[in-house]
């Protein structure tokens, strides 16, 4: 092929400015790319956590709520939504992002329940797998639906208001960054912690600021998460 003198090409100079810009447009659409990706797995998880508050409310107009109440962790409280038929969608309780989830070998259980020839019973992969949700069990009927939490994202400590680092059995599904809370009304909001005023919550005897959940709830209520009960309301 004969090289035309006319038809030069890139000089080193122009093919680092071109490399130059590539590698500053990268650096700064990478960290927008994954904030969205982020954004976009906590609007999931925050559709779960509605969906939940959902089956929860329209379950308690039946006459169940003491099988519900008797409930010793969050998979066999997700079963008896399934068994009265409120709610069978495992991946409810699963979120893909979850670091449990994640380093766990097994298959992602598909459905809560497995109902044959009348007979329902729980899903053994689903009592055994990792939940991303830790739910309260023992509210009562009359709580106000604005201020009582439901339901949340694994690893708050109830404690101190703030959410775990992303390790052991019950830490944070987002590490300390924070985590999600639904509430009866149905409405999620996202925590970084619970101790700054702005995001505390409201005692549920005497109306006023509390950075613990446990405070949010009536006497008796009680968190359960998949290993099983993490806390229990004490009226002070």
């Given amino acids: 092929m004969r090289w035309d003198k006319g038809n030069k090409g890139f000089s080193l100079v122009e093919l680092l400015t071109v490399m130059s810009v590539i590698v500053i447009l990268a650096a700064i659409l990478m960290p927008l790319v994954g904030n969205a990706i982020n954004d976009a797995k906590k609007l999931r998880a925050s559709k779960n956590l509605q969906q939940i508050a959902t089956a929860y409310v329209s379950f308690s107009l039946k006459d169940h709520f003491r099988e519900l109440n008797n409930c010793k962790n969050a998979a066999e409280w997700a079963g008896t939504l399934s068994k009265h038929e409120e709610l069978n969608v495992a991946s409810v309780f699963i979120f893909n992002d979850d670091y449990l989830v994640e380093s766990n070998r097994r298959a992602t259980p598909k459905t809560i329940g497995i109902r044959k020839n009348d007979q329902w019973s729980i899903n053994p992969d689903f009592e055994n797998f990792p939940l991303s949700v830790v739910v309260i069990s023992g509210i009562a009927s009359r709580a106000p639906a604005a201020t009582t939490p439901i339901a949340y994202s694994r690893g708050l400590d109830h404690r101190t208001g703030k959410w775990r680092p992303a390790r052991g059995n019950n830490g944070g599904v987002y590490g300390e960054i924070g ?58």
């Fill in 179 to 236: 985590g999600i809370i639904v509430f009866l009304d149905g409405h999620v909001e996202f925590y970084s912690n619970l101790t700054d005023e702005a995001n505390m919550l409201v005692n549920y005897y005497t109306g006023e600021k509390t950075s613990k959940i446990s405070e949010a709830v009536n006497s008796g209520a009680r968190a359960l998460s998949w290993t099983g009960v993490e806390w229990e309301a004490k009226q002070k």
